[in-house]
């Protein structure tokens, strides 16, 4: 106990020194913490999108001198995609002058850090993850589940399914597995799930797979023996590959699995070698370094030597470009905010309101470089994901090819759950809901 204390406040004091030393706040620089994951089961996806967003931050600095003169900044915290670690950087880091925005890409993180951002007042960027109902600005003003959350891509996925059986009244009496990650992430669209299963009248079965997902022999036989149309695969790192080298084993076809967000990526198929040739999963952004904006970081920043991914193969991988487009959103969150408060270091407060405007049609994407790379975005003050567009991509063995168009959820049927489970939440912890002109920064 007595050592337990001590390193309590050995941590404490360590915590309140590097908060006493950190620099004083500059009128043309803006700061990333970012927690990162470099090591650890998880760390391809790790590298791969805090590659992407460092290389795009790096491109707006050399290429356009930053955002209208202002300097784009960041320091690393390693968490391993571990949650007590991610809330430790961000108890060293958030003392740091000119702090825009969080960007952890890790669902338990996130949770953790809800309350937390909220009393700082600044936003939190769970792109393509995170609590679904933070969807609802009116509740979550500071948490922001860019282009996708759970629901939206659990819907995507099943009007996907449903567009290969000819519509959605012929899901009737189909059996659908979904089979996920043991985590709060892989959890979270159980009752989704259920809903739809209800609404649409197909079968359906849950299965979960405990962290990391090395082993899943007994799972795949309880799938062999339930005889499903589709598995859904919701999973995360090593999970992936095992999941479709055993699919193979036991005979399951793989143009039948259909991969959710994070079961998307190079890292996850090539492990598995021929046992993921045909597989098919959702996507908000394509893969491939021909986008303009692309071939401009390989030309300007790569060119500079200031690349950020060791192996430059990765270069245009899916979890590479979502950071580029995760860069992308948060560049122009602060080059909007600017426009409104004047161009310098904005407060997170500010940054916030970026995000809170911020709206990319086809034809602002196609100036930044992005056309095809993402379709859009659309945030409101209510609305803090978009118009959660994806498509969908098939793996040939040695790329990813796309063989959908852009699918919207069924927005109708989803927004009022979201409303309902935002609502519970801001009833329990006494949030008041806003209203439209319920925000002091922007009057």
Known sequence: MIKSRYLKFAFAA???????????????EQFFPLQSYRVGP????????????????????IRDGGVNGVKLTWDEGETQYEVERGVEVYER????PGVAAWNPLSVGIAYAMIDRITKD???????????????????FPYVFPLLLNPYSETSG??????????????????????????SPYGKETIPIYKLLADKYQFSLEQIEVPHPGNEQQSQWLSIRRAKPDYVVLRGWGVMNPVALKTAQKV???????????????????????DAAKGYIAITTQASGEQYP??????????????????????????????????GILNVEAIRIAQAKFDKRTLTGDEVRWGFEHLQLDPARVEALGAKD??????????????????TFQQWDGGKWKVVSGWIAPDWAFLRPIIERSAAAYAKEHGIKVRSSGDDPVSN
């Open 93 to 96: 880091l958030k003392g740091r």
């Open 42 to 61: 998880y760390a391809a996806g790790g590298t791969g999108f805090f590659g992407g967003f460092i290389d795009y931050l790096n491109l707006i600095n």
């Open 14 to 28: 360590a915590v309140a020194s590097v908060l006493a030393t950190a620099p004083a706040a500059r009128a043309d």
């Open 293 to 326: 904006v692309l071939q401009e970081v390989i030309r300007t920043v790569y060119g500079a030597g200031k690349g950020n991914l060791d192996d430059k193969k990765r270069i245009g991988s899916v979890y590479h470009n979502l950071g580029i487009v995760n």
């Open 373 to 390: 790379l993402f379709h859009s975005i659309n945030v409101t003050w209510d609305n803090h994901e978009g118009d959660g567009r994806v």
């Open 121 to 139: 007042k600044v936003p939190l960027i769970t792109i393509n993850h995170g609590r679904t109902d933070s969807t609802d600005g009116r509740v």
């Open 157 to 182: 996925i099943v009007n996907y399914i449903a567009s290969r059986e000819g519509g959605v009244d012929r899901l009737k009496d189909k059996k659908i597995v979904v089979l996920y990650h043991g």
């Open 251 to 273: 005979g399951f076809p793989a143009d039948h699995i259909i991969g959710n967000v994070w079961s998307n990526s190079e890292e996850d198929v090539i492990p598995a070698g």
